[in-house]
């Protein structure tokens, strides 16, 4: 009995995602609050913040490499926060992960090809040995590693490779969501791009579905078709990637656009619009926006009431209401 | 009047392990003038750090200076013993900042205590006072109040940690300043509020810096002259406008453009380069860059390139070698 | 792929050749062993020694370890008798011969029960946290605050003085040192990346311990357990020699040395002798011991 499955379904959906982590005895740690989103198969979401912005736990949460506190994912139309781990062996076929560094997502005791081939082994994916040894070869081609590399051991291999392995390894159970946990962050800008080509490449040959973590907005705006920009748990701005860049709208935001050093000396500014500050705590956040102490835009009706998220224009949305009000109508 | 400050010729550096001797710098040539920032950009396993520790003679054992000269205010540091060194010119006259904020500083001594002692060491009698006096400045200057001073290192933040051993690093007020990446850990909002941050001490001291970095947009925003290392060697060399505005350059610095993500441009694929770096242990003979340029000709895989100039612009690539606005530099034996 | 056993030190260029040939870490870490000489010579020793104790009975007539004869007892090192004689008569080289058997077997059983079990305990500790973990650490301190050799000596009187109740002693006592090393060993590694990944592709926990966990943990176990071969020969000798451990006339190293323990001014070759093959014993799995942790220094590596 297979589930039917529907077109306009979107593949994956978070509604009011949350993880808190418990801090001494009586706090809490709001690491992803109230996060929703809904991805259309195929396609790439793009999760951008700066550390402490929960990106990565949000990324461990939908695979369920963490327990969330609240919310629901839905997979395919169904619920999976409520199942247990043994329950979850089947979704995890469909949902993988590919690490950020490729120095240490890699056991350094299983050669190249044992490393691809665990997955397979471990799910008794194929009955027949050889069929196995065919797809993890057939799998490491269309990662680019060469087959002399097959009994090659982490150690021996450089940064970019090691990746290849990681990506290779996310692929060879032919699963429909991939969760990118910054897989490039360590890698060197030349090889990046390698990288990056590869995966969206994957995208249209297999129609894979991305959920791109990263802290680099200039990464993300090439293979992402929707961004979401989180800081300290919350999802402060989302739009389509495009528009994303044109209009960005939240303070953060831009500081975000703005700090990035462009590599072109006519931009050279003598004073960009550099945010101040430092991260606030995310443990028993005050309700307010929570990026209001380091907001130059910052009124007094930014504290005391949590920001919603408004739709400003066609699935561009925002949780700044002074920002909304200062938008062209 | 631009004052020489720091000339690096024809520096040579290896590593020697009992398996194998890796040649880690070869044959690179820079100066430097006093208040100037020079951009050291390269991939990892370009040397940049090794020249970096060459510099300041804080090499491993396994590395070793096989030739050349660090010329450093008139005198050749190479020639330096090693107690001088530590008295004179580190910490006194070249400082140098690394990467990781996390582990550069002590997490067993207060923050102010570290830049005291640092005051401390190349300070003869100097009473306590003034010493405590220097380090509320200094860590003013770096944008942290000085109450403080008396906290330890863990409760700070990466950019404030960060702040902290510029701190340590300016506190003596030295001529050159080694930043080697220290902005590649931090958050990117953090690091424009570094790199600002350093951007106006460097104004407002007159210190000179060498910014180590595979970043090609933070050198647009700080440096005033870049120099592109490849391999052990410098490949290309030149001021802002060499680099960033003229269109003539070196294959490997094309590529490392290719392959940004651009916010401007809104490219569908990104060029990466081919390939990777070769092993320094296993050089090709001719040009290190042979087996990723989109140029290779059959020279290139026979004879190390020549070097060609262009007023400040220098390259060193067999593309140039027809070009009537380059001509060949000789000073360099190839 | 060329193995190398014994014989020449490879060079630098065959290291480099083997090591792009998909050279596994254990093969690199066997050929950067081989340069290490002491390590090698100690590495012969100790193999000589295992062979001397298997074939024992080919090598010297196992008569001769009981045989009494006391026309020529308390006599030094002679031609007959390589190590001379004791107070019974009896030839001192045939009872170490034989001894060795005693002592490197139970030195080797008491390692393997020790650090499989405390192993084993402290990998879960480590995996599963929490109740788990605490529950086996405070067992574990309580046995930690009781005295290696007192432990032993409470385990061997309560089952009396067999080379079984022995192993069984010094494993107890040695259980608990094993269980904090792993669990360290594992707690560096359980927060990896790699681990996630297992998890990620759902592994099971049994699993990931087994195959991504402990094969990652095996450097310090493995230097940890050939100095500890060491320390339990000198245990046993020094339990026997109080008394408590082997009991005379079987021939242990330690129990020889027990019955000359008068003789050290009148005939010091009865204790000295036998003590040289236990300090020359131990000395030999220390070397390959510090060999090996040499060679899996990661600093090593280019």
């Given at each position: 009995?297979g589930?039917?499955i529907?077109?306009?379904?979107?593949?994956?959906?978070?509604k009011?995602?949350?993880?808190?982590f418990?801090?001494?005895?009586?706090?809490?740690l709001h690491?992803?609050d109230?996060?929703n989103?809904s991805?259309?198969?195929?396609?790439t979401?793009?999760?951008v913040g700066e550390?402490?912005?929960?990106k990565?736990?949000?990324?461990?949460?939908?695979l369920?490499?963490?327990?969330?506190?609240d919310g629901?994912i839905?997979?395919?139309g169904?619920?999976i926060?409520?199942?247990?781990?043994?329950?979850?062996r089947p979704?995890?076929l469909?949902m993988?992960?590919?690490?950020?560094?490729?120095?240490s997502s890699?056991?350094?005791?299983?050669?190249?090809?044992e490393?691809?081939a665990t997955p397979?082994?471990?799910?008794?994916?194929?009955?027949d040995k050889?069929?196995?040894?065919?797809?993890?070869r057939s799998?490491?081609d269309?990662c680019?590693l060469?087959r002399?590399l097959e009994?090659?051991y982490?150690?021996?291999l450089?940064g970019?490779?090691?990746?290849r392995?990681?990506?290779a390894r996310?692929?060879v159970?032919k699963?429909?969501?991939?969760i990118?946990d910054?897989p490039?962050?360590?890698l060197d800008?030349?090889i990046q791009?390698q990288?990056?080509?590869l995966?969206?490449?994957l995208?249209?040959?297999?129609?894979?579905?991305?959920?791109?973590?990263t802290?680099?907005l200039s990464?993300v705006k090439h293979?992402?078709h929707d961004?979401?920009v989180?800081?300290l748990?919350?999802c402060i701005?989302k739009a389509p990637?495009?528009?994303?860049?044109?209009?960005?709208v939240?303070?953060?935001t831009?500081?975000?656009?703005?700090?990035?050093p462009?590599?072109?000396?006519?931009s050279?500014?003598?004073?960009m619009?550099?945010?101040?500050?430092?991260l606030?705590?995310?443990?028993d956040?005050?309700p307010?926006?929570?990026?209001a102490p380091?907001?130059?835009y910052?009124q007094p009706s930014?504290s005391?009431?949590d920001?919603e998220?408004?739709e400003?224009s066609p699935n561009?949305?925002?949780?700044c209401p002074?920002?909304e009000?200062?938008?062209p109508? | 009047m631009?004052?020489?400050?720091l000339?690096v010729?024809?520096?040579e550096v290896?590593y020697?392990?009992?398996?194998e001797?890796?040649q880690?710098?070869?044959?690179?040539?820079f100066t430097?003038?006093?208040?100037?920032?020079?951009?050291l950009?390269?991939?990892?396993?370009?040397g940049k750090t090794?020249?970096?520790?060459?510099i300041?003679?804080?090499l491993?054992k396994?590395?070793?200076i096989?030739?050349?000269?660090?010329?450093?205010?008139g005198r050749?540091?190479?020639?330096?013993?090693d107690?001088?060194?530590?008295?004179r010119?580190?910490?006194?006259?070249?400082a140098?900042?690394?990467?990781?904020?996390?582990?550069?500083?002590?997490?067993v001594m207060?923050?102010?205590?570290?830049i005291?002692?640092?005051?401390?060491?190349?300070?003869e009698?100097?009473?306590?006072?003034e010493?405590?006096?220097?380090?509320?400045e200094?860590?003013?200057?770096?944008?942290i109040q000085?109450?403080?001073?008396?906290e330890y290192?863990h409760?700070?933040?990466?950019?404030m940690?960060?702040?902290?051993?510029?701190a340590?690093?300016?506190?003596?007020e030295?001529?050159?300043?080694?930043?080697?990446e220290?902005?590649?850990?931090?958050d990117?909002?953090i690091?424009a509020?570094v790199l600002a941050?350093m951007?106006?001490?460097?104004?407002r001291?007159?210190t000179?810096?060498?910014m180590?970095?595979?970043?090609?947009?933070?050198v647009a925003q700080?440096?005033?002259?870049?120099a592109v290392?490849?391999?052990g060697e410098?490949?290309?060399k030149g001021?802002?406008e060499?680099i960033?505005?003229?269109?003539?350059?070196h294959?490997?610095?094309d590529?490392?453009?290719?392959?940004?993500?651009?916010l401007?441009?809104?490219?569908?694929r990104?060029a990466?380069?081919?390939g990777?770096m070769?092993?320094p242990?296993?050089?090709p003979?001719?040009c290190?860059?042979?087996d990723?340029?989109?140029?290779c000709m059959?020279?290139?895989?026979?004879?190390?390139?020549?070097?060609y100039?262009n007023?400040?612009?220098m390259?060193?690539c067999?593309?140039f070698?027809?070009n009537?606005?380059?001509?060949r530099d000789?000073?360099k034996?190839? | 792929?060329?193995?190398f056993?014994f014989?020449?030190?490879?060079?630098?260029d065959?290291l480099?050749?083997?090591?792009?040939?998909?050279?596994?870490r254990?093969?690199?870490?066997?050929?950067?062993?081989?340069?290490d000489?002491s390590s090698?010579?100690?590495l012969?020793?100790i193999?000589?020694?295992?062979?001397?104790a298997?074939?024992?009975?080919?090598l010297i007539?196992?008569s001769?370890?009981?045989?009494?004869?006391?026309?020529?007892?308390?006599q030094?090192p002679s031609?007959?008798?390589?190590?001379?004689?004791?107070l019974?008569?009896r030839d001192?080289f045939?009872?170490v011969?034989?001894?060795?058997?005693?002592?490197?077997?139970i030195?080797?059983f008491?390692?393997i029960?020790s650090?499989?079990?405390?192993?084993?305990l402290?990998?879960?500790?480590?995996?599963?946290g929490?109740?788990?973990?605490?529950?086996?650490?405070?067992i574990?301190?309580?046995f930690?605050?009781?005295?290696?050799?007192?432990?032993?000596?409470?385990v061997?009187?309560?089952?009396g003085?067999?080379?079984?109740?022995?192993i069984a002693?010094l494993?107890?006592a040695v259980?608990?040192n094993?269980?904090?090393?792993?669990?360290?060993?594992?707690l560096g590694?359980v927060?990896?990346q790699?681990?996630?990944?297992?998890?990620?592709?759902?592994?099971?926990?049994q699993?990931?311990?087994?195959k991504?966990i402990?094969?990652n943990?095996l450097g310090?176990?493995?230097v940890?357990s050939?100095q500890?071969?060491a320390?339990i020969?000198l245990?046993v000798s020094?339990?026997?020699?109080?008394?408590?451990g082997?009991?005379?006339p079987?021939?242990?190293?330690?129990?020889i040395?027990?019955?000359?323990?008068e003789?050290l001014?009148?005939?010091?070759?009865?204790i000295?002798l036998?003590?040289?093959v236990?300090?020359l014993?131990?000395?030999a799995?220390?070397?390959?011991?510090?060999g090996?942790r040499d060679?899996?220094?990661p600093?090593l590596?280019?």
């Amino acid at each position: 009995m297979g589930s039917r499955i529907d077109q306009d379904v979107p593949i994956l959906e978070l509604k009011h995602l949350k993880k808190y982590f418990r801090v001494g005895k009586n706090h809490n740690l709001h690491a992803v609050d109230d996060i929703n989103a809904s991805i259309a198969r195929g396609t790439t979401l793009g999760v951008v913040g700066e550390s402490g912005c929960g990106k990565t736990t949000l990324g461990r949460a939908i695979l369920k490499l963490i327990e969330p506190t609240d919310g629901q994912i839905l997979f395919e139309g169904v619920d999976i926060v409520p199942l247990r781990q043994k329950q979850m062996r089947p979704i995890r076929l469909s949902m993988q992960i590919i690490f950020q560094d490729p120095y240490s997502s890699l056991n350094p005791r299983k050669s190249v090809f044992e490393t691809i081939a665990t997955p397979l082994i471990v799910n008794k994916v194929f009955k027949d040995k050889k069929e196995m040894e065919k797809r993890v070869r057939s799998i490491m081609d269309t990662c680019g590693l060469t087959r002399r590399l097959e009994n090659s051991y982490p150690h021996e291999l450089d940064g970019g490779r090691r990746q290849r392995i990681g990506v290779a390894r996310a692929l060879v159970l032919k699963p429909k969501v991939i969760i990118c946990d910054e897989p490039v962050s360590a890698l060197d800008v030349s090889i990046q791009a390698q990288i990056l080509n590869l995966l969206m490449d994957l995208q249209d040959e297999m129609g894979l579905t991305y959920i791109f973590i990263t802290h680099d907005l200039s990464v993300v705006k090439h293979i992402s078709h929707d961004i979401m920009v989180m800081y300290l748990g919350k999802c402060i701005e989302k739009a389509p990637s495009k528009e994303m860049f044109i209009n960005p709208v939240h303070p953060y935001t831009k500081a975000l656009l703005a700090a990035i050093p462009i590599p072109d000396i006519s931009s050279r500014t003598t004073k960009m619009e550099i945010v101040r500050g430092e991260l606030t705590s995310p443990i028993d956040p005050e309700p307010g926006c929570r990026f209001a102490p380091r907001c130059s835009y910052f009124q007094p009706s930014c504290s005391g009431q949590d920001m919603e998220l408004n739709e400003i224009s066609p699935n561009h949305f925002v949780a700044c209401p002074v920002m909304e009000k200062m938008l062209p109508k | 009047m631009s004052v020489e400050l720091l000339k690096v010729e024809n520096l040579e550096v290896i590593y020697k392990t009992t398996q194998e001797t890796v040649q880690a710098v070869n044959k690179i040539s820079f100066t430097l003038n006093k208040g100037e920032t020079l951009g050291l950009v390269g991939e990892t396993g370009a040397g940049k750090t090794t020249t970096a520790l060459a510099i300041m003679q804080l090499l491993p054992k396994t590395g070793k200076i096989l030739a050349g000269s660090i010329t450093f205010d008139g005198r050749n540091l190479l020639e330096l013993s090693d107690e001088e060194m530590r008295l004179r010119i580190r910490g006194e006259k070249i400082a140098m900042i690394f990467q990781d904020p996390m582990t550069a500083l002590n997490p067993v001594m207060t923050v102010g205590e570290q830049i005291a002692e640092a005051i401390r060491y190349h300070s003869e009698n100097i009473k306590e006072d003034e010493i405590q006096k220097r380090v509320d400045e200094v860590l003013e200057m770096v944008g942290i109040q000085a109450s403080r001073k008396y906290e330890y290192p863990h409760q700070f933040s990466g950019g404030m940690k960060q702040r902290v051993v510029i701190a340590i690093a300016l506190s003596c007020e030295p001529d050159l300043l080694i930043a080697d990446e220290p902005t590649t850990a931090l958050d990117v909002t953090i690091q424009a509020q570094v790199l600002a941050m350093m951007g106006e001490l460097r104004d407002r001291l007159g210190t000179a810096m060498v910014m180590i970095t595979h970043d090609l947009g933070v050198v647009a925003q700080i440096c005033d002259k870049v120099a592109v290392m490849y391999a052990g060697e410098l490949i290309e060399k030149g001021t802002l406008e060499d680099i960033y505005v003229s269109k003539d350059h070196h294959p490997y610095t094309d590529g490392l453009f290719g392959a940004l993500p651009n916010l401007v441009k809104g490219t569908d694929r990104l060029a990466p380069i081919v390939g990777l770096m070769p092993d320094p242990s296993k050089l090709p003979v001719g040009c290190n860059f042979q087996d990723r340029c989109p140029h290779c000709m059959d020279i290139c895989k026979a004879k190390k390139p020549e070097v060609y100039m262009n007023r400040t612009h220098m390259i060193e690539c067999y593309l140039f070698s027809n070009n009537e606005s380059w001509r060949r530099d000789h000073g360099k034996q190839n | 792929m060329k193995t190398f056993l014994f014989g020449k030190k490879p060079t630098a260029d065959e290291l480099i050749e083997v090591e792009s040939q998909g050279l596994s870490r254990s093969k690199e870490i066997w050929m950067r062993l081989m340069r290490d000489k002491s390590s090698m010579i100690s590495l012969g020793v100790i193999v000589i020694l295992v062979l001397v104790a298997i074939f024992a009975n080919l090598l010297i007539n196992k008569s001769l370890v009981t045989e009494q004869n006391v026309a020529e007892r308390i006599q030094g090192p002679s031609a007959k008798h390589w190590f001379g004689t004791d107070l019974y008569g009896r030839d001192i080289f045939a009872r170490v011969v034989y001894g060795s058997r005693i002592s490197l077997s139970i030195g080797i059983f008491t390692v393997i029960i020790s650090t499989t079990i405390g192993g084993l305990l402290g990998a879960v500790a480590a995996y599963y946290g929490g109740v788990t973990d605490s529950i086996i650490m405070r067992i574990t301190d309580v046995f930690l605050a009781i005295p290696e050799q007192l432990l032993a000596m409470t385990v061997v009187a309560a089952l009396g003085a067999t080379p079984l109740s022995v192993i069984a002693a010094l494993s107890v006592a040695v259980i608990p040192n094993r269980t904090r090393l792993v669990r360290s060993a594992v707690l560096g590694i359980v927060d990896s990346q790699y681990v996630e990944a297992a998890r990620a592709v759902g592994m099971k926990s049994q699993g990931i311990i087994l195959k991504e966990i402990i094969p990652n943990t095996l450097g310090p176990i493995i230097v940890v357990s050939t100095q500890g071969i060491a320390s339990i020969i000198l245990t046993v000798s020094s339990l026997s020699y109080l008394g408590v451990g082997i009991q005379p006339p079987t021939p242990e190293w330690g129990s020889i040395i027990f019955e000359a323990r008068e003789f050290l001014r009148i005939a010091p070759y009865m204790i000295l002798l036998p003590g040289l093959v236990i300090v020359l014993t131990a000395l030999a799995f220390n070397l390959v011991g510090d060999g090996l942790r040499d060679a899996l220094d990661p600093r090593l590596k280019d």
